[in-house]
């Protein structure tokens, strides 16, 4: 079974600066989707940025950056210029080759202070 | 609508009662899934659809839960003989095929069972 770590229940950052977000995974597939989904108050989960674990590049998308360590089996979320409406619970999540069903992780709460 | 909606928004039922959940996908979106988000975790995955017929129902709890798709659009989620620790948000999600496809979420429904 595949398990997703997130080990900072809670975080926070001043505007426009740099956060980090850890996230670990237990899997023995080597073909697998890692996925960044943030939860406003609103409840509705928008997907923030994806990677395809046979890709060794980084994803990037705009602000957003994550840090893939397939040995490590790390999938670390960089948030850039961080704004207020980066606050949120973020959700690392996993999904193995040609199944369906994601695994999250029991999520990040980020706070931004202006 | 645009997105992936769910009614009802909040419902409050009383332990032994029955509920449906409804899911509206987006329009021509093959693939929904439920999840159930307990408070301060993240989303568990519930069951899957491909079309109209349940391709993976492994996360359903136990014989009290059942969905269905009859027409291979709408979703309704079923619990029979609510219990208290049924309550959580159950969430709804689409996507335009299976695999890596982005997984569009709705709001959520929130059930409370007293």
């Known amino acids: 079974a595949q398990t997703v770590t997130q080990s900072q229940p809670e975080m926070s950052v001043q505007e426009a600066e740099t956060v980090t977000l850890s996230c670990t995974y237990d899997?023995?597939?080597?073909?697998?989707?890692l996925f960044w989904y943030k939860q406003p108050p609103s409840r509705q989960m928008i997907l923030v940025i994806r990677?395809?674990?046979?890709?060794?590049q980084n994803a990037t998308e705009n602000r957003f950056s994550v840090n893939f360590q397939k040995a490590a089996k790390s999938f670390s979320l960089k948030i850039s210029d961080s704004q207020l409406g980066d606050t949120a619970m973020y959700f690392c999540?996993?999904?193995?080759?040609?199944?369906?069903?994601?695994?999250f992780g029991a999520g990040t709460r980020l706070t931004v202070k202006p | 609508g645009a997105g992936v909606s769910q009614t009802p928004s909040n419902k409050v039922t009383e332990k032994g009662k029955y509920v449906e959940l409804r899911c509206d996908p987006i329009?021509?979106?093959?693939?929904l899934y439920w999840y159930r988000q307990s408070l301060g975790q993240g989303p568990e995955f519930l069951i899957y659809?491909?079309?109209?017929?349940?391709a993976d129902d492994s996360g359903l709890p136990n014989d009290r839960f059942f969905a269905v798709r009859p027409e291979g659009s709408v979703s309704t989620l079923k619990i029979q003989r609510t219990e208290r620790g049924d309550s959580a948000v159950y969430l709804c999600?689409?996507?335009w095929g299976t695999g890596n496809n982005e997984q569009f979420f709705g709001p959520g429904t929130r059930l409370t069972v007293l």
């Open positions: 999540a996993f999904m193995k080759l040609g199944n369906n069903d994601m695994r």
């Open positions: 990677q395809e674990a046979y890709k060794q």
């Open positions: 899997t023995s597939e080597n073909n697998y989707y």
């Open positions: 659809f491909q079309g109209t017929g349940a």
């Open positions: 999600a689409s996507s």
């Open positions: 329009s021509g979106h093959t693939a």
